[in-house]
């Protein structure tokens, strides 16, 4: 592993445990795309939106979550690998984001009790609880069996085998922002009483298993990332303590990045929603990275390199957290969705930062749903509109999702058979 020597630099590369090396320290955050076809495959425009980004100078670009079950989405234009094909687009999608000497690596979720009730009114979770999620948009989660649990387990690392095998150079353990596994992880959401819930170590064991299945799936060469809480932001969840005990459980697994986040739909801190803004004589680093604290204990535990995520937006700041050692890759998410060769222009040092556009579109605006359609444009090979007001995007959005889940054919609500 490079930890060292110290250096400000984006543009230095960084030699992954693994041996992989990616080109320079900027991570395209996941980001979900909602761009799969009715059979949830990916398409034509998975590959011009991830050709575009690989274009733009990123080392490495993560993928939004490709799930692993068709019964469980995030979201009704989610790729799903469960048997439902498309191999073949999966490789074209894979040569697009590799362009460029970029490692494109394969973000693998499943969305739990955050599934939308459009897509499913029965989702499942560690334990029947709805927590804080707006009853209109979730239905009561029922609980998953062990047995169920352990096919959890399974179809990650069958998705994982998938990736390797289609051209993706590695792969990332959506265990972040309140989906399943970030579930089981959390004392709220799980209070189960067998070996899946109970004791901080059962709770962390559906994670540490998911791991051990990937990284057995995809050998010892390639890149097993997993996107991690630094904390859930709820009182009684899962704090930053539990999040420190989970990376030393790791350690012998032989992970290749920790990408560090924070928050769920109940608590959107990934967001930087309900932070308490550092004061103005706070540096700049401080005044950006939402995790920059936890990140800063969490280096301190854990010797897994680090990509950390969440509101980066001046080179100054990038720069900052490489030279003060807080983490080994510069994460950037909503830029992106716009600005797609910014990772070229601050290598270049042709723009000083990014725009940050959630500052004129407010996530409780619409501006989740701005930073979506600005993706499916780009995937339809029409330019992002800077134009368009989080007004405008909220109801072209929720037409979007309902059309997108209207349209899934092929979602069969019974139980599928788990991919061998
Ligand atoms: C449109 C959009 C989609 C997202 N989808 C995902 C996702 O699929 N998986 C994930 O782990 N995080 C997802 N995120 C969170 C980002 O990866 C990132 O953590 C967050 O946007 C904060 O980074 P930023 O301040 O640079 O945008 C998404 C964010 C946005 C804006």
Redesign the pocket.
């Known amino acids: 592993m490079s930890r060292g020597p110290m250096t400000a630099a984006l543009d230095t590369p960084f030699r992954l445990p693994c041996g992989a090396v990616l080109k320079n320290r900027i991570g395209k955050?996941?980001?979900?795309?909602g761009l799969a076809d009715p059979m949830n495959r990916a398409t034509e425009r998975h590959v011009r939106l991830y050709r575009r980004w690989a274009e733009g100078g990123s080392g490495l670009l993560?993928?939004?979550?490709v799930q692993v079950d068709r019964r469980y989405l995030?979201r009704p234009g989610n790729v799903v690998i469960d048997g439902n094909g498309g191999e073949r687009e999966l490789e074209a999608f894979a040569r697009a984001g590799t362009a460029n000497g970029t490692h494109l690596w394969m973000?693998i979720?499943h969305a739990g009790r955050q599934t939308p009730k459009h897509v499913n009114p029965v989702p499942v979770a560690p334990s029947a609880i709805r927590g804080n999620l707006s009853e209109s948009q979730h239905g009561m989660p029922r609980a998953l069996s062990s047995d169920e649990v352990w096919d959890v387990v399974r179809r990650f690392g069958y998705v994982a085998r998938v990736a390797r095998e289609t051209g993706f150079t590695g792969v990332?353990i959506?265990g972040?922002?309140g989906?399943l596994i970030s579930e089981f992880l959390s004392p709220l959401a799980n209070q189960r009483t067998d070996q899946w819930g109970g004791s901080a170590e059962n709770r962390a064991r559906l994670l540490l298993e998911t791991a051990k299945a990937v990284r057995d799936a995809v050998g010892p060469d390639f890149p097993v990332s997993i996107?991690l809480n630094s904390a859930d932001f709820q009182q009684g969840g899962f704090s930053n303590d539990d999040c420190l005990d989970v990376l030393r459980w790791l350690a012998p697994i032989g992970i290749d990045l920790i990408?560090v986040?924070g928050g769920n739909y109940e608590s959107p801190r990934?967001?930087?929603f309900g932070r308490e803004q550092p004061g103005a004589r706070a540096s700049t680093l401080a005044r950006e990275a939402?995790f920059l604290d936890y990140a800063t204990r969490i280096r301190q535990a854990t010797r897994i390199p680090i990509m950390l995520?969440?509101?980066?937006?001046s080179r100054v700041a990038m720069e900052e957290a490489l030279a003060a050692d807080v983490c080994d890759v510069i994460?950037?998410?909503?830029?992106?969705?716009v600005d797609t060769d910014l990772p070229n222009r601050l290598i270049d040092r042709t723009v000083e930062g990014?725009t940050s556009y959630?500052s004129t579109i407010k996530p409780e605006r619409g501006?989740?749903a701005w930073?979506?359609l600005?993706?499916i444009r780009m995937g339809d090979g029409e330019e992002p509109d800077r134009a368009l007001t989080g007004e405008q995007a909220i109801p072209r959005y929720v037409a979007n999702e309902k059309a997108t889940a209207a349209g899934l054919v092929g979602r069969r609500l019974e139980p599928e058979a788990a991919p061998a």
Do not use: D, W
Request: net charge negative; proline share 5%; glycine share 18%.
């Open positions: 955050a996941p980001m979900t795309e993560v993928t939004g979550n995030e973000q979720g990332q959506h972040a922002h989906y996107k990408e986040s990934m967001m930087g939402y995520s969440g509101g980066f937006r994460g950037i998410g909503r830029p992106l969705c990014a959630e501006g989740l930073f979506c600005q993706l």
